[in-house]
């Protein structure tokens, strides 16, 4: 089968297509015939070893993270799932792969695709999904009644985020572009602020929750909004203590995470702030729940029209890399 694989880390790296062997599968996994592979900034990260210290892979390895397919094998120990079923899911971080004709994934990574997408659109969804679900509910523990903002909120992880952030009854502020202005409130957001016409940061005050999307530029205006005892949860500064902490890394590890993140989390703490930073896993549980708010709601996410084949991934890479998809980059097979 055809694999789009890294064969080292580099600031410049590219990845090559190599054909490699169907892989066979365990007791407790399904072989999966992928029909569309989401392309990510977190390929970048990847890429280009940024997260070495929280994954390091044997090269090669064949990347991509999320993707949609139909399952052709399932192992012994797989109840829940039948030949023939159309899926989604983030792959684990330890075992990616999604940019191959096959992959093989344990069953309690993947959920049935929502009834409302299409193998396309489906694959825009698990990896921002899971991130608002993991975001909201466990890093900032957001409570009913509570203010979140999302700064940059008006891109594909709002488009999951604002819905979310809704169902468990927050109130929500999203700043962007004009252009998304509409269909930002149409999902559910109660106020919407347009970046080039006012700085949030002088119309907002005692939010409870932020989630970063754009970068640690922004970390100080964020502070500057939340309320004594709030949490700020980044997707972009990086990992603190307390994330090395939450999955159990080594005392070293630990230490150089607090030394990478100390002026942030200096910051925070002087403004009686927590801050929180995420890198998401894998969990067909909290896709099933995710799924059902993605068909109540309707939601159908933003897709780039540019079609990209496997031979064409160094070019999706590039359009990710420029910052200017007109949705989620997808490579279909």
């Known amino acids: ?117 299409d193998f396309v659109t489906g694959a825009a969804a698990p990896l921002t999904g899971l991130t608002a679900y993991q975001g909201l509910h466990e890093e900032l523990n957001a409570q009913a009644g509570k203010a979140l903002f999302i700064p940059g909120g008006s891109g594909s992880f709002g488009q999951m985020a604002v819905p979310i952030a809704k169902d468990l009854g927050l109130r929500v502020i999203v700043s962007g572009n004009a252009q998304a202005r509409e269909r930002t409130l149409a999902i559910g957001a109660d106020q919407y602020l347009d970046y080039q016409a006012v700085n949030y940061w002088e119309v907002l005050k005692d939010v409870d929750y932020v989630i970063d999307t754009l970068s640690p530029d922004e970390f100080d205006h964020e502070l500057s909004i939340i309320k004594p005892g709030g949490r700020l949860l980044s997707l972009r500064t990086g990992p603190n203590k307390q994330f090395a902490i939450d999955r159990n890394f080594s005392k070293l590890k630990q230490t150089m995470f607090a030394m990478a993140s100390a002026k942030f989390d200096r910051k925070a703490g002087q403004k009686d702030v927590q801050y929180r930073f995420i890198f998401v896993r894998s969990s067909g549980e909290q896709l099933r729940k995710i799924s059902k708010i993605i068909e109540a709601n309707q939601i159908v996410p933003a897709v780039d029209p540019t079609k990209f084949e496997i031979e064409d991934i160094n070019d999706a890479l590039a359009l990710v890399r420029s910052g200017h998809p007109q949705g989620k980059v997808v490579i279909q097979f």
């Open 1 to 117: 089968m055809k694999a789009a694989q890294l064969m080292k880390y580099d600031k410049n790296f590219d990845l090559k297509v190599n054909d490699i062997p169907v892989p066979a599968i365990k007791s407790d996994e399904v072989l999966v015939k992928v029909k569309v592979a989401a392309v990510n900034p977190l390929e970048m990260l990847i890429g280009t070893g940024s997260v070495k210290l929280i994954q390091d892979y044997d090269m090669p390895v064949t990347m991509g993270n999320e993707l949609t397919g139909v399952i052709e094998k399932v192992g012994d120990k797989v109840t829940d799932f039948k030949n023939g079923d159309a899926i989604y899911t983030r792959l684990p971080i330890e075992s990616i792969g999604a940019f191959a004709e096959y992959v093989a994934v344990k069953s309690d990574a993947i959920a049935p695709l929502p009834s409302n997408l």
